[in-house]
T-cell receptor
């Protein structure tokens, strides 16, 4: 069974701080996505990375796909209260070629 | 476009009851999926469909049935509800670009089985 472990599980920081969330697996993925989910809503896709070593930037968010395509990170610069939410990584690949979701990181940014 | 819609938003069932969670999308996406979300476990795939008339099992299919008679609709049926099925259920639709799926999720159905 493919597993995607995210760390940390919970993160509470002050507005303006930087943070990094990690998504790790022992499996290789053909692509990896990051979603953000707000309370009472469904996840919303933030980014898709497909190439080992790929880095994508979305305003203050920087996403990186590991060289071996087994891990990914999300870095947020100068976090704002609007960044609060559950961040989920999801990888596609392996024998089933289905989308596997990580365990999630719950981020709270205090004003 | 309404995107992906789900009904109901909330539901309470007694053990043994059956019900259908509705999901519809108006984006003409070929792929549709059902997930359940439980604390600390992310999203787990229940069933999915790659087109009308075609469905397949996901990671946790037991106790659930699906059908896909049209592109737009993908209902999820609970045959005999159990407390272990208490969860938040999300429907998603997606299209494939170079084998990468951009998933669009509905707002979810919060189900409690007593």
């Amino acid at each position: 069974t493919q597993l995607l472990e995210q760390s940390p599980q919970f993160l509470s920081i002050q507005e303006g701080e930087n943070l990094t969330v990690y998504c790790n697996s022992s499996s290789v993925f053909s692509s990896l996505q990051w979603y953000r989910q707000e309370p009472g809503e469904g996840p919303v896709l933030l980014v898709t990375v497909v190439t080992g070593g790929e880095v994508k930037k979305l305003k203050r968010l920087t996403f990186q796909f590991g060289d071996a395509r087994k891990d990914s990170s999300l870095h947020i610069t100068a976090a704002q209260p609007g960044d609060t939410g559950l961040y989920l990584c999801a990888g596609k690949g392996g024998a089933t070629n289905k989308l596997i979701f990580g365990t999630g990181t719950l981020l709270a940014v205090q004003p | 476009n309404a995107g992906v819609t789900q009904t109901p938003k909330f539901q309470v069932l007694k053990t043994g009851q059956s019900m259908t969670l509705q999901c519809a999308q108006d984006m003409n996406h070929e792929y549709m999926s059902w997930y359940r979300q439980d604390p600390g476990m992310g999203l787990r795939l229940i069933h999915y469909s790659v087109g009308a008339g075609i469905t397949d099992q996901g990671e946790v299919p037991n106790g659930y049935n699906v059908s896909r008679s049209t592109t737009e609709d993908f209902p999820l049926r609970l045959l005999s509800a159990a407390p272990s099925q208490t969860s938040v259920y999300f429907c998603a639709s997606s299209y494939s670009v170079h084998q990468v799926h951009e998933q669009y999720f509905g707002p979810g159905t919060r189900l409690t089985v007593t």
